[in-house]
């Protein structure tokens, strides 16, 4: 995939969901002995349904659009602080 397909995936999709920020890098990764390129989306939000689902649909239309045979999701609890 190149940066502009990953970009396009942003736009589209990540930023329509969560326009109060994210972070995104792309690195590599093993999986099933195999090296690939892979994109790390960190989403940092309250816990609640709608944007549980909301990740949901974004690992759903990744692992579709960049036909991945699967998508790692982790979830844990944060303390959040914006220092300004």
């Known amino acids: 995939m190149s940066q502009a397909d990953v970009d396009r995936?942003?736009?589209?999709?990540?930023?329509?969901?969560?326009?109060?920020?994210?972070?995104?890098?792309?690195?590599?990764?093993?999986?099933?002995?195999?090296?690939?390129?892979?994109?790390?989306?960190?989403?940092?939000?309250?816990?609640?349904?709608?944007?549980?689902?909301?990740v949901q649909e974004i690992a759903q239309e990744y692992r579709r659009r960049f036909r991945q045979e699967a998508v790692l999701r982790v979830t844990m609890p944060a303390r959040m602080e914006l220092e300004r």
């Open 9 to 54: 995936f942003v736009e589209e999709i990540v930023e329509p969901r969560f326009p109060e920020g994210f972070t995104i890098w792309r690195a590599r990764g093993e999986w099933r002995g195999g090296s690939e390129e892979v994109v790390i989306l960190e989403i940092v939000h309250p816990a609640h349904l709608r944007l549980d689902r909301s």
